[in-house]
């Protein structure tokens, strides 16, 4: 089957949603994390499966909830992160509710980044498409 596990997503403006996922032959995965400072492991993760499977590693995302979402507009912090997910083909997300909880506008996310409106809901829709998962 062709790698379809990509959104399938309304993309407005940097809101994504998911929606519609389907299956894949591929290996795709998803991390839930509430603390930057676990972005450069998880990324490094990420690009490991990718060298261990080439042909069977499909999409790797990541979302950011919670307080942690406060670091996201520090640019300064979050570009290495950025960067390493870049070269490793990372798509990096921002939990909408926790944005709104901790006054966080979306609008001043780095470059890279989108929203979900819902990263625990976005989590079982991605697993529901058969992703790989896990919260940390």
């Given at each position: 089957?062709?790698?379809?596990?990509?959104?399938?997503?309304?993309?407005?403006?940097?809101?994504?949603?998911?929606?519609?996922?389907?299956?894949?032959?591929?290996?795709?995965?998803?991390?839930?994390?509430?603390?930057?400072?676990?972005?450069?492991?998880?990324?490094?993760?990420?690009?490991?499966?990718?060298?261990?499977?080439?042909?069977?590693?499909?999409?790797?995302?990541?979302?950011?909830?919670?307080?942690?979402?406060?670091?996201?507009?520090?640019?300064?912090?979050?570009?290495?992160?950025?960067?390493?997910?870049?070269?490793?083909?990372?798509?990096?997300?921002?939990?909408g509710?926790?944005?709104?909880?901790?006054?966080?506008?979306?609008?001043?996310?780095?470059?890279?980044?989108?929203?979900?409106?819902?990263?625990i809901?976005?989590?079982?829709?991605?697993?529901?498409?058969?992703?790989?998962?896990?919260?940390?």
């Amino acid at each position: 089957m062709v790698l379809t596990v990509m959104l399938f997503s309304i993309v407005t403006g940097n809101r994504v949603f998911a929606q519609d996922l389907m299956t894949s032959d591929k290996n795709n995965y998803f991390v839930l994390t509430r603390n930057t400072e676990q972005l450069s492991p998880i990324i490094l993760a990420a690009k490991e499966l990718a060298l261990q499977n080439p042909e069977k590693y499909g999409s790797f995302h990541v979302v950011i909830c919670g307080k942690a979402v406060t670091d996201l507009v520090n640019k300064e912090k979050m570009k290495p992160f950025l960067e390493l997910a870049k070269q490793t083909n990372v798509k990096m997300f921002a939990c909408g509710f926790s944005l709104k909880k901790f006054k966080v506008d979306e609008q001043k996310l780095p470059q890279g980044f989108g929203v979900v409106e819902n990263g625990i809901l976005y989590g079982f829709e991605l697993q529901k498409s058969g992703f790989y998962s896990i919260s940390l």
